[in-house]
């Protein structure tokens, strides 16, 4: 079997992904600029930073900690504001041909409506709600937290643009499946699982919380098992698809998820701990595994610790 | 494995030394076997913020930045002593690659601390020459003019204080005529270094510049500090070459604040 003859690609509702490694909300995505370059690196789509309805210059620096095995950050939603962005999405669409997922967050209903429907008019091919930010006052998290918010959130946006919808949610909860099922009884067409964990960094010299907000969102290595236990859980109660993101750095990480049951996985702290070119190379690494273990579809790997499960 | 250290590690404040006017240079002790003249650190002022400097001083076990003071964490470090604490991390970017044996180096404002180091690397090759030029607003704000032995240094003031009247662009321009160049190598406000990278490509000399673009990160993740085609300035950069900064068109026309909204230079 040749590299080429195995099919890595994979579905999303009706987004086409060319490979299954999309990248994550918030990393080299604030222009346009820097998603032409990851889309030229291969990744298969990619989730535009959050974006709200004003501009906001986020948290106060140091935003960003690297602790052992992850990364901490409080970026506090830094962004342009939705009108500024529309040229952003523009161009990307004009100089790439993968899906652009906006990602969006508000207070309320009528934000995130709002929103919506600015990135669908702005082209964009899906819209991610970010209901998990675990660090933003009033965003995020706070309202991703509670089921009925959720559930009237999806509803009203869903109702409100033609383009499949994501929802991202965060692991910082008493049952993750509970937020999941309300999700999709009120219209998600796919699930994103997870954003950041909550967590902190004190320096012991001066006794300082390191972030300037003192509390931030884990990523990387760390919470790897978290995210696998949360598309696990997910999967099987959920019949939309789920999308894994947590602290993949290998093909062997991304392979975890997809056997969890995520139909793609997105690609945060490893760009930083193994370049832009990491999603051409975890494309490469996962043919290799597929070749050696005989699969040539993965479609054949999703979900696969699903059914091996007993009871 | 790594050179660089990623969670701010806590020095102590060796020394501080006025430079110029409202300029002064913070000295600790620091790894520095690895540190490229070029490239930066990200200093944490507990409890108050986390703002790039290049490293300035580069010796066996000291080093030092240089910065002016100009708003809340540059006033906060102006007025850190001995024995106070900061924290540090970095050194983070691409640091310059020097090319050639005869140099020319032109530093604008607190460009020049960044130059500092490179200047000192160029001169400890023998057969390297180096012409630099220092250019700032007024007399009062000119410094390192007596670190270093055997370069021929020349000064430009926008005021005609002391040395060529004008901008040290237009000083560099006037010099580049006169004489042939290896290399032209850059840091200060971005306007000058876009006229000179400008005139550097237009005669195919190699150049270099050294670009400043709000940092928050400073490792390649959070995409903050991105120019053209995603050319990360604190990873990618912050030194970049006359080609590619032909291809960018905002170079010398516009940055990003900290929302990642376009502003002009
Ligand atoms: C790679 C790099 C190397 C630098 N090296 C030096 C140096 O050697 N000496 C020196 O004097 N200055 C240097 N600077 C500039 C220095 O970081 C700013 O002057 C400093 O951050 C100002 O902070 P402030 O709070 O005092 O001023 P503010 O009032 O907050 O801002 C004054 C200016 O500094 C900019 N600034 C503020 N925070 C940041 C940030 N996190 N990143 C980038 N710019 C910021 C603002 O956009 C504004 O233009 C460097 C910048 C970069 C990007
Ligand atoms: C610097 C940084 C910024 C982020 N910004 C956002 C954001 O704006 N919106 C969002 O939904 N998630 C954001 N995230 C979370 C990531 O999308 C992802 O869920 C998380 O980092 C876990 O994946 P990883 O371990 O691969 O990084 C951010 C993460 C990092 C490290
Ligand atoms: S500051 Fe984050 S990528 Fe450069």
């Known amino acids: 079997m040749k590299n080429d003859e195995i099919d890595t690609s994979t579905r999303l509702s009706t987004l086409v992904l060319k490979n299954p490694f999309m990248l994550a909300s918030g990393i080299m995505d604030e222009d346009a600029g820097s998603m032409i370059r990851i889309a030229k690196n291969g990744a298969a789509a990619i989730i535009t930073k959050s974006i709200g309805t004003k501009q906001r210059e986020g948290y106060a620096n140091p935003t960003i900690v690297e602790v052992d095995c992850g990364i901490i950050n409080s970026m506090g939603l830094p962004n342009p504001g939705i009108e500024a962005y529309g040229e952003e999405i523009k161009l990307v669409k004009k100089k790439t041909s993968i899906p652009i997922i906006g990602s969006i967050f508000g207070r309320d209903e009528k934000e995130f409506c709002l929103l919506a429907k600015k990135m669908e008019t702005y082209g964009a091919d899906a819209v991610e709600l970010n209901l998990s930010c675990p660090h933003a006052k009033g965003y995020g998290l706070e309202i991703g937290s509670n089921p009925e918010k959720v559930g009237n959130i999806v509803a009203s946006v869903k109702s409100s643009i033609s383009i499949p919808l994501l929802v991202k949610l965060s692991p910082n909860v008493t049952d993750i499946v509970e937020i999941a099922k309300t999700a999709e009884k009120n219209g998600a067409d796919i699930i994103t699982a997870v954003n950041s964990v909550k967590a902190m960094k004190i320096d012991i ?82 043919k290799e595994w597929m070749k050696r273990h005989g699969y040539r579809k993965l479609l054949d790997i999703i979900g696969l610790a699903q059914k091996n499960r007993r009871g | 494995m790594k050179n660089e250290i990623t969670c701010p590690r806590i020095v102590e404040i060796k020394n501080t030394k006025i430079e110029a006017k409202n300029i002064k240079t913070i000295f600790f002790n620091f790894p520095s076997k690895n540190i490229i003249p070029g490239q930066f650190l990200m200093i944490w002022i507990p409890g108050l913020d986390e703002i790039p400097m290049s490293v300035s001083y580069i010796s066996d076990r000291e080093i030092g930045f240089t910065f002016r003071k100009v708003g809340e964490a540059t006033r906060a470090l102006y007025d850190l002593k001995k024995r106070d604490k900061i924290g540090v991390r970095g050194p983070y970017g691409n640091g310059f690659t020097i090319k050639g044996e005869k140099i020319l180096v032109v530093g604008g404002g607190t460009g020049i601390a960044t130059l500092a180091p490179l200047i000192e ?8 020459r180096v012409t630099v030029i220092f250019g700032v607003k007024t007399k009062d704000e000119l410094f390192f003019t007596r670190r270093f032995r055997n370069i021929d240094l020349k000064i430009s003031t926008d005021d005609g204080s002391i040395g060529f009247k004008g901008v040290a662009s237009e000083l560099a321009e006037k010099i580049i005529n006169n004489e042939d160049f290896d290399q032209v190598i850059t840091c200060g406000p971005e306007k000058m270094m876009k006229k000179i990278v400008d005139i550097c490509n237009s005669r195919k000399i190699p150049v270099q510049a050294s670009l400043e673009r709000y940092i928050k990160c400073g490792i390649g993740l959070c995409g903050q500090c991105c120019i053209g085609e995603g050319l990360r300035v604190c990873k990618d950069g912050p030194v970049f070459e006359g080609d590619t900064l032909a291809k960018i068109p905002e170079f010398g026309y516009f940055k990003r604040d900290a929302s990642g909204r376009k502003i002009k230079i």
């Open chain 1, 205 to 286: 010299e001066t006794g300082l919380p390191v972030l300037s907000n003192k509390i931030g969102g884990y990523s990387g290595r760390a919470i790897k098992p978290i995210g696998v236990r949360c598309v696990y859980e997910i999967s099987k109660e959920v019949d939309i698809p789920v999308v894994g993101v947590g602290g993949i750095l290998t093909a062997e990480d991304a392979i975890e998820y997809f056997m969890a049951g995520a139909s793609a996985v997105q690609i945060g702290s490893a760009v930083y701990y193994r370049g832009v070119e990491v999603f051409k190379k975890l494309n490469n690494e996962l």
């Open chain 2, 121 to 128: 690397k160029i001169l400890s090759t023998k057969k390297r």
